[in-house]
């Protein structure tokens, strides 16, 4: 048997850091990997199961894993992350006895060496150095710069996988992020499941102002993601607008505006406060790029709460939005609630809020039209500037045959037209 594996990695950008981790310390005790569907023996599975989609992902990942092992083409299977956290381990061992080994997220730093034991038997005891693999591209890292969450949102199952908040050290993420950068870097994404949590646990306080200072220095862009809005603080506006390498965009999922339902999501906070937040932020950082994230059918609310979404989009404008149904998710406060909200109806309030922001979002990309930004290139012809982040916003597609660039250079680009959700757009110099 070679030791060779092949990893899947489901779910968000913050699964993505966890699995590259996992890379390094597998490969720290003897395995090699490669590419999945070649030569690898042992598969591994970084799974997501924050909702029941996740869930019926990584079920299906595990099923098609099992009929592979089956078949004879791996040997052994190890599922590791937020779904075995999820579920209690004997409930997981007799549904898939096919699995090899379960790791859950609080174990992820000793699977390696589980692997080993596994696989290789205890009398394999191997340490090797290999240079370090992404398996993201070069020209952007994701930073992950804490674990866990505190903030127990109504409908929210993460606190209870993953765990209370800790902060990494500022002395950490900056090894990272250079490592990150020595390695092609030229975006650095913040990525937590609260950034604006970092520090609470060191400091006494939640500061990332202080983190940003800390990462000031470094000549690459800097993008946060994840912000909570009710620890946002004239202070962390401030530091966003005035630190030089932190780009103007802010990914803020604010879920809902309605007051009401914000109280019964748990989130802190209330629509006033979103609006005065907003608001300051555009007056402190120009041309602010900003994203959220709205759940459509939570328990309780009805059609008028939707036409205040729409409203709350035709007075503060959001550059990007993600719209989601509600997932009810067993063990978690808003499971309880009564007033539930069908299916369908979840689903016809999701397209009607992305009808809305498309038609608002179309206007808005015409009247940039003739501006120029500098696109950080990414292949294939396509690119993006501070104004969109990797995988979730729109591209910029440049308009010229055979682009003479490689991932990473920026480029001067005049916008010059629309197509779909992406930008079209000319090198200055072409
Ligand atoms: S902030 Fe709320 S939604 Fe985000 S991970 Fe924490 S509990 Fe979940």
Redesign the pocket.
């Known amino acids: 048997m070679n030791a060779n594996f092949s990893l899947i990695s489901l779910g968000c950008a913050r699964t993505l850091v966890d699995s590259e981790a996992m890379v390094q310390s597998i490969q720290s005790v003897g395995f090699t990997l490669v590419a999945e569907g070649t030569t690898e023996s042992i598969t591994v599975l970084n799974t997501c199961s924050f909702i029941q989609a996740a869930i019926d992902e990584t079920e299906s990942n595990i099923e098609r894993l099992i009929d592979q092992k089956n078949q004879g083409h791996i040997r052994y299977i190890c599922v590791v992350g937020c779904y075995p956290s999820r579920f209690k381990p004997e409930v997981l061992e007799e549904k898939y006895p096919q699995v090899d080994l379960w790791c859950t997220t609080r174990d992820e730093a000793t699977l390696h060496t589980r692997m080993a034991k596994r696989i290789f038997n205890q009398k394999y005891t191997p340490h090797t150095t290999k240079p370090y693999t992404k398996i993201s591209p070069s020209h952007y890292a994701y930073l992950k710069i804490s674990e866990g969450?505190d903030?127990?949102?109504a409908f929210?199952t993460?606190?209870k996988i993953r765990g209370t908040h800790r902060s990494k050290s500022i002395a950490a993420i900056r090894e990272d992020a250079k490592r990150q950068m020595a390695m092609g870097a030229k975006e650095l994404i913040i990525v937590a499941?609260?950034t604006t949590a970092w520090g609470e646990d060191i400091y006494g306080t939640p500061c990332l102002e202080t983190l940003l200072d800390g990462l000031r220095d470094l000549d690459a862009w800097i993008r946060l993601m994840y912000i909570?809005p009710a620890r946002v603080t004239p202070k962390l506006i401030h530091a966003i607008a005035t630190t030089p390498n932190v780009i103007p965009y802010i990914d803020m999922?604010i879920q809902h505006v309605n007051t009401e339902l914000l109280s019964r999501m748990n989130r802190r906070h209330d629509k006033a406060f979103l609006e005065n937040i907003i608001t300051d932020m555009r007056a402190a950082i120009p041309h602010l790029a900003l994203r959220t994230t709205f759940i459509c059918g939570f328990p309780g609310e009805t059609d008028d709460h939707v036409h205040e979404i729409c409203d709350f989009l035709d007075t503060h404008t959001i550059d990007h939005i993600g719209c989601f149904t509600y997932s009810p998710e067993p063990n978690t406060r808003a499971y309880t609630y009564g007033e539930t909200v069908p299916e369908s109806v979840r689903r016809e309030r999701v397209s009607r809020i992305m009808d809305h922001h498309f038609r608002q979002r179309g206007d808005r990309q015409l009247r940039r039209l003739g501006e120029t930004v500098i696109l950080l290139y990414e292949g294939n012809g396509c690119g993006r500037s501070v104004y969109e982040a990797p995988d979730v916003d729109n591209v910029i597609r440049l308009d010229i045959p055979n682009p003479p660039y490689q991932p990473g250079d920026m480029i001067a680009v005049r916008l010059t037209g629309v197509s779909g959700i992406d930008f079209i757009g000319k090198p200055v110099d072409a």
């Open positions: 969450c903030n127990w949102c929210c993460i606190p499941e609260d909570f999922p």
